[in-house]
């Protein structure tokens, strides 16, 4: 927790400075009241006492009051703006971190765990600056202050006090011992509820097709009434708090005046009045005292799990990177569009074995490179080692003659135009996914009007109600699997950039559709390179060059002709898809 504290700036620093000063001035009047409570207590019983001495505490005692609100109320104003402000620059930097990690280390944590991360665990941590800060620096000041100014009045008095005090410590720290390991097992519960949930919202068609609500429901049940229940265990342990809390302190001012009781009793007459004076003003300090440690049991009652909280997000920020950006920009690049794998393997951080082993091949501005071969041969993964999703376990990836993790991220990224597997549609129009994202070259309205023409999208979009402004839901829920496809085609042809990346980008698209993007398409990137990952051999016969995958090894490489006589797997996967006739036609 202290960690994150030093994420303070001086702004902050400032505000807390101002907030604790306000605070010790508002303890300084509580406690002041309590004198004049005791003087106008003595007047009272004094004969010949003056009303305007009377009323003239009083008024002390109301503008004490009056001036303590306005304190605690400027303060509460500050701690807010503070718990605000640090908990929207902690998710922005936990954000930013989280944009920072590799593939690896995101599914590390799992994306359910990473979103609970970035909402609830801050939410815990601004709510204990937002109220804990405040308590936490007004309730060891009362409570000190409190303990100085009744320790001379009477030690039996300061001992009961004192007992009260340890039978609260006793109970505070016994239930921290008993439930702060346990919050630590409510935010995993609340990440697997958000996994849950998150698979359920994705995988609705399937659940419905499939007719498995009950499944579906059974699931949320089970997850859901285990953080229930822990739930209720820490809140039942906490619950036993507040009637200790008040029975101690109910049991105190009980002891406190039947103490007093006789001490005034065997007191001389001319101390009576002084004695019952004191009684009433070290009640009302010894009640303070008490509150004291009732606001630090608040304090602990957020603790522990803000405590997990910052620890949970500290493993995210305390994650070391693997992926780091280089120094090289385009001023030292003399080579344009070309890509080389050199003797390049390739497996996972957490694998024994290699996915990808000795690639090597090389591909130059304006030619089509093509990936082929069985699934779980390779070919997706070898296609992400060019954007550095995944550094090469060995050999060496380069585009433009440097290795890809001698560029800065922005330098190569703005050089590839990548299309995913799983097109992704972000919430927004049209034109605003397609125009997507940061390049070098400028994306006019012209330019991404052209890219939807290129991509095949031009006709469903106009036909659209409001065309090229019609609104698209998050995951394109509103589109069909080919319109999705298109538009992400559409957005890395708008980028316009030096290498294009199709990772298995065709195979929602008809055959009809396929061929015509694909025509056009060579046409309007006829000067950029092109890497194309595909399972149908229509989309990659006329590749400048292909290369054929085989349980992570390259089998073949050349042209589709070259291969239909020289591989053997390239031959059956044709065969597979395509008779002899049409095999010879696309020759």
Known sequence: MLKLIKNFNKKDWGLVFVSVVLIVFQVWLDLKMPDYMSEITKLVQTEGSAMSDILKNGGFMLLCAFGSLLAAVIVGYFVSHLSSSFSMKLRKKLFTKVESLSMHEIKQFKTD???????????????????????LIKAP?????????????????????????????????????????????????????????REHLTGIRVVRAFNAEDYQEKKFDEVNTKLTNQQLYNQKKFAFLSPVMYLVMNSLTLVIYFIGAYLIRDALMVNKIALFGDMVVFSSYAMQVIMSFLMLAMIFMMLPRAQVSASRIHEVLDTVVSLHSGEVDDSKVHEVGTVEFKNVSFKYPDAEEYLLKNISFKVNKGETIAFIGSTGSGKSTLINLVPRFYDATEGEVLVDGINVRDYKMEVLYNKLGYVPQKAVIFNGSIFENVSYGDSKNEKTEEKIKEAIRVAQAEEFVLKMDD????????????VSGGQKQRLSIARAIAKDPEIYIFDDSFSALDYKTDATLRHELKKYTKEATSMIVAQRIGTIMHADKIVVLDNGKCVGMGTHKELLASCEVYREIALSQLSKEELENGK
């Open 113 to 135: 765990s990473l979103i609970t991360r970035t909402t609830n665990d801050i939410t815990q941590i601004e709510m204990l600056i937002g109220m804990g800060l405040q308590l």
């Open 141 to 197: 000041i009362t409570a000190v202050w409190a303990i100085t100014k009744i320790l001379n009045k009477s030690w039996q008095w300061s001992a009961v006090t004192a007992v009260a005090v340890v039978i609260l410590l006793s109970v505070i720290g016994s239930l921290m011992i008993l439930v702060m390991p346990k919050f630590k097992i409510v935010q995993k519960l609340i990440d697997q509820v958000n996994g849950v949930i």
């Open 467 to 478: 065309a090229y402004k019609t609104h698209l839901a998050s995951g394109g829920t509103n």
